[in-house]
């Protein structure tokens, strides 16, 4: 929901660490695959209840999430590089729950099922649109320096980390907080399809 608020601040802290790591011949790509590695950890460490160490990992993660695009925009973004950041940032996405499941299957398994299918139907509905856009040739005014057509909502990166971050600090309340969450999202999700109805429509490609 503030993700397109929040870019220019996080363009600003992160530019010099990123012109470091340029630097020392350091790619995006690499940043990306790091960064992955370092989030796909927290798996275990959910799993074995380290509350703390996953929510070092996913902040980690995050951190170099931010770091791969500010590297590629110094340098050279290529079309590879905007899949791979998605296509990881996803499944990253839906560790985490999984980790609270194994954690505890008893009280979060069905919690963080609601929570991955939730993950889903944001997911799809973005890629979705976001596919059609490249083909049409279509550019979003909001986040101009996206790999690929943004397409904003109630439930963005940044509300999904302050989730990540909450369940971390507060494993008890897993349950409920999944449970919210999978609602937020299916409000993004119904949004999403609506602007893409609509932005999509023959009417509208005429216009």
């Known amino acids: 929901m503030i993700d397109a608020t ?15 790591l340029a630097a020392q011949g350091i790619t995006a790509d690499q940043i990306t695959i790091a960064g992955f590695a370092l989030g796909a950890l927290a798996l275990p460490a959910l799993a074995l209840g380290q509350y703390g160490w996953a929510l070092l990992l996913i902040a980690l993660n995050r951190l170099m ?3 791969d695009g500010a590297v590629a925009r110094l340098t050279t973004p290529t079309d ?3 899949f791979l950041d998605i296509a990881l940032d996803f499944v990253f996405y839906a560790l985490v729950p999984l980790g609270f499941a194994l954690a505890d299957p008893d009280r979060n398994a069905l919690p963080a ?4 299918a939730a993950f889903v139907g944001t997911g799809s509905s973005f890629l979705a649109f976001a596919a059609t856009a490249a083909r049409l040739g279509l550019t979003s005014d909001a986040y101009p320096s996206k790999g690929i057509y943004y397409l904003g909502g109630l439930t963005e990166g940044f509300e999904t980390i302050g989730l ?25 999700t119904l949004t999403r399809w609506m602007q893409g109805w609509v932005a999509l429509s023959p009417e509208s490609k005429d216009r």
């Not at 996080?10 to 660490?17: A, E, I, P, W």
């Not at 990540?164 to 993004?188: N, Q, R, S």
């Open 80 to 82: 590879r590089g905007a």
């Open 6 to 20: 929040l870019l220019p601040l996080q363009r600003r802290l992160l530019d010099g660490m990123a012109r470091r």
């Open 113 to 116: 099922a609601f929570l991955i």
């Open 65 to 67: 999430d931010g770091l």
């Open 164 to 188: 990540f971050v909450a369940i971390c600090l507060f494993p008890a309340m897993f349950p409920v907080l999944a449970y919210l969450f999978a609602c937020a999202c299916a409000v993004t």
